[in-house]
Nanobody, 122 residues
Framework: QVKLVESGGDLVETGGSLRLSCAAS????????MAWHRQTPEKQRELVAA???????DYGASVTGRFTISRDNAKNTMYLQMNSLQPEDTGVYYCNLDISLLQVRRGTSRYWGQGTQVTVSS
């Protein structure tokens, strides 16, 4: 089993920045893909960003150029630096993990955290 714990969600003004963290523990696969998805009341859960074990990244179109995903494999921790935040970035951000990048992109990862709330005020 793998446990994922998110932190860093907060209330921020438009144009502000936040850094989310996801700490993984348990039997983590060596080639695990880690990602952030977000859920808003208006939209289905969408991929924000993903990162492979080797550091290859993939971003959702709405966050490209504003968000940066990274991971520290030695610490089993993933980060999401979010800049130029907009009200439409508001939602619950979920850390997730799978050995398949395809499953991650589909939002069907095997392991999920509980989520952290990000609220951007206008």
């Amino acid at each position: 089993q793998v446990k994922l714990v998110e932190s860093g969600g907060d209330l921020v003004e438009t144009g502000g920045s936040l850094r989310l963290s996801c700490a993984a523990s348990g039997r983590i696969p060596n080639l695990a893909v880690m990602a952030w998805h977000r859920q808003t009341p208006e939209k289905q859960r969408e991929l924000v960003a993903a990162i492979t074990a080797s550091g290859t990244t993939d971003y959702g179109a709405s966050v490209t150029g504003r968000f940066t995903i990274s991971r520290d494999n030695a610490k089993n921790t993933m980060y999401l630096q979010m800049n130029s935040l907009q009200p439409e970035d508001t939602g619950v951000y979920y850390c997730n993990l799978d050995i398949s990048l395809l499953q991650v992109r589909r939002g069907t990862s095997r392991y999920w955290g509980q989520g952290t709330q990000v609220t951007v005020s206008s």
